[in-house]
């Protein structure tokens, strides 16, 4: 008995006659010719556009109104889930490489050997905790004032920052400060600012 496959609009597959054995596959091969896209932030009007698929981000921030007192146009980034899942890919290749490092590092004696195991405890503590990680999609489009013309994808977010007066200082600090900006002061003046507050 020979095996064939047809392929049927859903219209003609109404009327098609089935047989015992058959396999149906219901399956959209139709690449969407129209593209959601959000923008997010500081923007004046809708916050949703339906582009064509060849549209590039110039085209579309065309169309979106900003206050320009109150929008940083030079910061704009897209959030993207193609990044996304990429982003996630890499994380997840490094853990995997990082708990082969120390799962595979030999070990001299009995007291390096008790000390590799509590590094390697500490290690998969640390790497269950990172695989729950969902990344961004961050796409940076702005460099020293200029926003790359990059094509558009379907479920893109634009991210329009507003401006801001303050500067956040995070990290090997002793508290995570926000900082009123001042166009005199260097990195090092906003780092010992938030050390003593």
Known sequence: ??????????????????????????????RAQVFDIQISGSYLGPSYFAVKKETRLHDLLAQIEVDKNLTDYESIYIQRKSVAVKQKEMIDQSLERLERSVFTAPASSDGEAKIRAEEGKMILEFTERARKIVPLGKVVISDQGKVANIQLEQGDIVFIPAKTDLIQVGGEVLMPQALVFNKNASVEDYIAWSRWL
């Open 1 to 30: 008995m020979a095996t064939f496959s047809v392929y049927l609009p859903y219209s003609d597959f109404e009327t098609f006659n089935l047989r015992d054995g058959d396999r149906v596959i219901f399956n959209d091969d139709i």
